[in-house]
């Protein structure tokens, strides 16, 4: 027990010794941030964390403790991230489109770079109503739908550093746009309707374009939104031609020089 008692009072200290140098860490990352934020450089930086991951794994001594390190700075450079995002993007980052726009898709890809929350709009509402999104246009038509979406965006909106990706006919709604502009900026994934439909064409859990999963309807549909995602969008992010890494890299550089 005698021997136990001493084994604790060695990971206390080790503990005290973790503390101190992850403050201080934070610290440098701090200071790295507000450099960066004053010479107008890039903050994110793709492969640096492997990278930085790599060199770490070259300084343990024991080769048992390899994997232990790697997921502990994993959570480090994780955590590293969403400090940084909560610093730097005090705001909800909004990705608004057509459907096949890739809003959801990117939203992802965004979360995971900046180590920010995700809410994707329809997926919550699916998980609140246990049910596939064709189901509940199904079951009780589409008012009944927008009025589910319409609480969900104003519960969601009071996030203030969240990706938020929302349905197609979100911003169709004027109370929707106000709750999402309240706290967040509003990025168009603008693309055009060759594209949709080469994207969604074999999908068919899209209620709006069940049995009209042809290019006409997706253009005349897309023409009758066109006007309004181009109102609402503080920024427009083109698709077409673009990969989702580079949508998202393109989304970050605004969002870093913005
Ligand atoms: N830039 C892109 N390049 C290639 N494929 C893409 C791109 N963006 C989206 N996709 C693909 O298009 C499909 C639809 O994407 P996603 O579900 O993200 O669209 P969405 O805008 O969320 O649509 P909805 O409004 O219906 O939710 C997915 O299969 C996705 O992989
Ligand atoms: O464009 C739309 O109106 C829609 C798009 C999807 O994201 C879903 O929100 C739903 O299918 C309606
Ligand atoms: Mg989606």
Redo the contacts with the bound molecule.
């Keep these: 027990m005698e021997g136990l008692d001493k084994l604790r009072i060695d990971i206390d200290q080790c503990d005290k010794e973790i503390v101190s140098l992850i403050e201080k860490r934070f610290d440098i990352v701090s200071k790295i941030m507000e450099t960066k934020k004053q010479m107008g450089l890039p903050v994110y930086h793709p492969g640096r964390e492997e990278e930085v991951i790599k060199k770490v794994i070259k300084e343990v001594k024991d080769p048992r403790y390899q994997e232990v390190v790697k997921s502990i700075y994993r959570q480090i450079l994780d955590t590293s991230k969403t400090y940084q995002s909560k610093n730097l993007f005090p705001y909800n980052v909004v990705?608004i489109?057509?459907?096949?726009?890739?809003?959801?898709?990117?939203?992802r890809c965004l979360s995971q770079s900046l180590g920010m929350d995700i809410f994707?709009i329809?997926d919550l509402i699916k998980i609140r109503l246990n049910s596939s999104i064709a189901k509940i246009f199904e079951n009780h038509g589409e008012d009944y739908f927008r009025n589910i979406e319409r609480e969900t965006i104003a519960e969601i909106s009071k996030q203030k550093n969240a990706v938020i990706?929302?349905?197609?006919g979100a911003v169709l709604i004027n109370s929707n746009v106000n709750n999402l502009k309240e706290n967040g900026k509003v990025f168009w994934?603008k693309?055009q309707p060759e594209t949709i439909f080469q994207?969604?064409k074999d999908?068919d859990?899209?209620p709006l374009l069940r049995d009209k999963m042809n290019l006409s309807h997706i253009t005349a549909l897309l023409s009758e939104r066109w006007a309004k995602y181009k109102s609402v969008a503080d920024y427009t992010i083109e698709?077409d031609t673009?990969?989702?890494e580079?949508?998202c890299d393109n989304i970050i550089k605004l969002l870093v020089t913005s």
């Design positions: 990705l489109g057509f459907m096949g726009a890739g809003k959801s898709i990117v939203g994707d329809d990706s929302c349905g197609g994934l693309a994207r969604i999908d859990s899209r698709t673009y990969s989702v580079e949508i």
